[in-house]
């Protein structure tokens, strides 16, 4: 059981270029969700998913997408990277019904935009 | 919309001694959860401790301990008998009990630092 798994765990892009964080989890949860991490700012959604096929924004969905295709993976992309989008991110996943929120987060990938 | 605010960007405690993280929250939910999570300089996210707002005991998980005061929207975490792997930064967050369990609002954070 690994529980939330994320791919890279460090990345260094050029401005304007594109790729996609790879996001998964093996204990079939429906809840799925993506925030980044910046200094003095605590942890911030990003984007979310109540199960395959449903997506929604959360607080800072600027420059990202996501699809959630299956229940395991839900992948983030990034489209045309700019040095604001330098952080660290991670994916969480959380059962439905159960344990009020409580989430599971992957390692974390430490994102650097130049 | 809910809130959570930690005043406290940074603490130092002395290993063994006890030392008290302050958290306030705002939610306009009635049936919410509570939680306190620990980064290591490992980066990995770990839930410490869990409070459901509808119970009015306190949580308690070994070393570590809550203060809930919901009239006061009050959320602290002691910590007894500091060791030095407690050693971390702390975030305490806010997530509803109902269909958005899967939104967490964090704090900004508290860096705990423990002396030998």
């Known amino acids: 059981n690994a529980g939330v798994t994320q791919t890279p765990k460090f990345q260094v892009l050029k401005t304007g270029q594109s790729m996609t964080l790879q996001c998964a989890q093996d204990?079939?949860?429906?809840?799925m969700s993506w925030y980044r991490q910046d200094p003095g700012m605590g942890l911030r959604l990003i984007h979310y998913?109540?199960?395959?096929?449903?997506?929604d924004q959360g607080e800072v969905p600027n420059g990202y997408n996501v699809s959630r295709s299956t229940t395991e993976d839900f992948p983030l992309r990034l489209l045309s990277a700019a040095p604001s989008q330098t952080s660290v991110y991670f994916c969480a996943s959380s059962p439905s019904g159960g344990r009020g929120g409580e989430q599971y987060f992957g390692p974390g990938t430490r994102l650097t935009v130049t | 919309a809910q809130t959570v605010t930690q005043s406290q960007p940074e603490m130092s405690v002395q290993e063994a001694e006890t030392v008290t993280l302050s958290c306030t929250y705002d939610?306009?939910?009635?049936?919410?959860?509570l939680f306190w999570y620990k980064q290591p300089p490992s980066r990995q996210m770990i839930l410490v401790i869990r409070?459901?707002?509808?119970?009015?005991q306190n949580a308690t998980e070994n070393r570590f301990s809550v203060n809930f005061q919901k009239a006061a929207k009050s959320f602290s975490l002691k910590i007894s008998d500091s060791q030095l792997g407690d050693t971390a930064m702390y975030f305490c967050?806010?997530?509803?009990?109902?269909?958005?369990?899967?939104?967490?609002?964090f704090g900004k954070g508290t860096l705990l630092t423990v002396n030998p």
């Open positions: 939610t306009s939910e009635n049936n919410y959860y």
């Open positions: 204990m079939n949860h429906e809840y």
């Open positions: 967050a806010c997530g509803n009990s109902g269909g958005s369990n899967y939104k967490l609002t």
């Open positions: 998913s109540v199960g395959a096929g449903i997506t």
């Open positions: 409070q459901e707002a509808y119970k009015q």
